[in-house]
């Protein structure tokens, strides 16, 4: 399917790694020219080659923290003198700490509010002169599914991401007059490296597969309450049967990934399921921003 991304130019927030190079990729796919970054130089300089490869499009990497304004403005800048524009931006970051309430500083309630809100506040403000002289503007916000059904130990991250939903809401209210489209996608459980450092130390597991299939077996998923997750397991008599899910923007579709083997291998068929989850969930964030 044409997603009508060829020649657009994204800026993609927090993209060396994780759900944010999987969209830089999957844009790069698409026939996009994409401006990534990242606050490690080595880190965006290898996501950069790696896209090239994968892709032979045109990528250009950025040093920047997302939570510091004057870094922001310089992505959007240097975006737009690289390219001649800007047509779609995709805001990203990382995870505030897991914590519980009580455990949290008001320092603490400071840097999450900079890291994931005011981020994307920056970022769109910095990036609207130029959607708005694009012929298709888009910008999507990447949230979480924790918006629809907090997790236990994330308030952080459970609170600050409601209030990106509600930025996103209204500006695609504010500036419909303007024609750029806003959307927010809320990735449900991925095998990235903010998923495996939240779970990993809670339950004595070394990778994210490992702990879906073990909660999903025994329903206990969010603190006892068995859920909609994005990936689920189930262990056969003769093997392990790992399925991703994935749902579309419209609700409509559930993307599939399947795998099928031995137990002894349970380790490599979780990170090839976790694969399809991150291409199909990078997949649905294209439709999201398909040019109308």
């Known amino acids: 399917m044409d997603l009508q991304l060829a020649n657009r130019i994204a800026l993609v927030a927090a993209s060396s790694q994780g759900l ?8 790069s796919r698409e026939g996009a020219m994409v ?16 896209i090239k490869v994968e892709t032979g499009g045109v990528v250009f990497g950025m040093v920047g923290d997302v939570t510091r304004a004057d870094d922001v403005d310089r992505l959007v800048q240097h975006t737009v003198d690289e390219f001649g524009g800007l047509d779609i931006v995709v805001t ?3 995870g505030p700490p897991s914590l519980p309430f009580e455990d949290v500083t008001d320092d603490q309630w400071h840097a999450a509010f900079d890291l994931n809100l005011m981020s994307s506040v920056r970022l769109i403000r910095a990036a609207l002169p130029h959607l ?54 809320l990735p449900g459980w991925t095998e990235t490296e903010r998923v495996n450092d939240l779970i990993a130390p809670l339950h004595h597991a070394p990778t994210a597969d490992r702990v879906i299939a073990e909660r999903a077996l025994n329903n206990r998923l969010m603190g006892g309450c068995q859920v909609p997750i994005a990936g689920h397991a189930v262990l056969e008599n003769n093997g392990l049967y790992l399925r991703a899910l994935v749902g579309t923007p419209d609700g409509k579709r559930v993307l599939r990934g399947e795998r099928r083997g031995p137990r002894a291998e349970a380790q490599a068929l979780g990170s090839a399921v976790a694969e399809e989850l991150i291409d199909a969930g990078a997949g649905a964030i294209l439709a999201a921003l398909r040019a109308q």
């Open 20 to 27: 944010g190079y999987a969209t830089a990729l999957q844009l």
């Open 35 to 50: 401006a990534i970054c990242s606050r490690d130089e080595a880190h965006v300089a290898a996501a950069v080659d790696s």
């Open 92 to 94: 990203n970051a990382g």
């Open 132 to 185: 708005r002289q694009s012929t298709a503007p888009a910008a999507l916000t990447i949230t979480s599914f924790t918006v629809k059904q907090p997790m236990l130990n994330l308030v952080l991250s459970n609170s600050i991401r409601m209030a990106v939903i509600g930025l996103t809401k209204t500006l695609a209210l504010e500036l419909a007059s303007d024609r750029i489209r806003f959307n927010s996608i």
